[in-house]
């Protein structure tokens, strides 16, 4: 008998883990990959394939990657199958579901991603100016490109939580001590709408935790990534890697300095498909930001990166 828990083993007889207090099984489960990629859809066009990716990473999802199918007899690509992970599953069919209105129970299934992306489009378009656009934007807005991490995100929200939180509960205080006439700061009114304000504030700081909880599991996960990523980056991405890196001379240091970051994006997202774009995008920029500032020859490239 085992524990589905702890995974402890006991004796025949005995049905509750003494450690956990679980009821015990015959078999444990099968052991799932939470890293594994998982399709969940494919869309025909490649373009529109990456539309949805950047929406998806807007959307707080950081396993969300593209991937070709085999080219059929005429040598084309017939569609781009979009993959997250197994651990990001649920987050997928949450959000999928809410735009079909599908309550299928089945964890791991696939999307008419082609109906599917009109509607998040929608979607999206509806809450842009709104708080929750924080989270769902992956805190990378129109007017900037500069990715928020998960780990700044949650301790953002977790300290505005806390904040509104502790403000609300004074607040409270000098209402209560008002009303018993221990201070008589206000009057009556103003006692109301006073703990109408802080009641306001409570519910901002009760909402802000609960993001902050909704994202934390994630920032373990991420960093586990960006340590690979950052390792990755450090072996290939040298400074004779660079050297070698051909330039257009019919193109200006801008157009060659673009040429150049894109090559070098395209080559990282295809060694971490699963990573996110704009994070990808930041660290390479960082990075060959940093070998132009060594090499004069690349200044003008390094003056468009700052």
Known sequence: ????????????????????????????????????????????????????????????????????????????????????????????????????????????????????????????????????????????????????????????????????????????????????EVLTLFNTYSVIVLTVVFTIFLIIGISSIRKANSIKNLVSEEENVLEEVESYIKEHFTDEYFDTLPSDPSLSDEENYLFITDRLKEELSEAFPLFSRGYIDQLVDERYGEYCDSHPAHSDDSDMNE
Do not use: H
């Open 1 to 180: 008998m085992w524990c589905p828990k702890c995974k402890n083993e006991y004796i025949e007889g005995v049905t509750t883990c003494v450690d956990c207090g679980c009821e015990l099984v015959a078999e444990l489960p099968e052991e799932i990959d939470e890293n594994e990629p998982v399709v969940i859809g494919s869309l025909t066009e490649e373009s529109t394939a990456e539309k949805l990716v950047d929406y998806l990473n807007r959307a707080g999802l950081l396993s969300c990657g593209i991937r070709p199918q085999e080219e059929n007899e005429e040598g084309e690509i017939p569609a781009y199958d979009i993959l997250v992970a197994q651990k990001e599953l649920i987050y997928i069919n949450q959000l999928f579901d809410g735009l079909s209105g599908d309550d299928d129970e089945d964890e791991e299934r696939t999307y008419d991603l082609e109906t599917l992306l009109p509607k998040f489009e929608e979607k999206f378009s509806e809450i842009q100016d709104e708080e929750a656009n924080k989270l769902l934007s992956n805190l990378r807005t129109e007017a900037s490109t500069v990715y928020v991490n998960k780990k700044d995100t949650y301790s953002d929200f977790k300290f505005s939580g806390i904040s509104f939180i502790v403000f609300a509960l004074i607040g409270y205080l000098f209402a209560l001590l008002n009303a018993f």
